[in-house]
């Protein structure tokens, strides 16, 4: 049974650093990606950044956290990291981990519990 536990989040000021984690079980493959997304009540989901696991370890970020997130993943590849720096109030959100159901495609079909980071002025 594929499960994803997140932990980390939580309150910082603005300029602060969060680090979150993920850690994913009954994996009998490694997903062609895994991501973070994140959600405020009232908008859309955002996608926050995607590592490309099965297709050379390439990241991508979204434009609002670029060069302040760091997606990464450890050796073992059974836990992904998002390390959050320089937050400002508008990273405040739901930010969940998501793994792909394949191999050769990003298809994201697992999802963490969701984490709350609350980042204050």
């Known amino acids: 049974q594929v499960q994803l536990v997140q932990s980390g989040g939580g309150s910082v000021q603005a300029g602060g650093s969060l680090r979150l984690s993920c850690v994913a079980s009954g994996f009998a493959y490694v997903p062609y990606c895994m991501g973070w997304f994140r959600q405020v009540p009232g908008k859309e989901r955002e996608e926050v950044a995607t590592?490309?696991?099965?297709?050379?370890?390439?990241?991508v970020y979204g434009d609002s956290v670029k060069g302040r997130f760091t997606i990464s993943q450890d050796n073992a590849l059974n836990t992904l990291y998002l390390q959050m720096n320089s937050l400002k109030p508008e990273d405040t959100a739901m930010y969940y981990c998501?793994?792909?159901?394949?191999?050769?495609?990003?298809?994201?079909?697992?999802w963490g519990q969701g984490t709350q980071v609350t980042v204050s002025s």
């Open positions: 590592i490309y696991t099965g297709g050379g370890g390439r990241s």
């Open positions: 998501a793994f792909s159901k394949y191999i050769k495609a990003c298809q994201y079909t697992y």
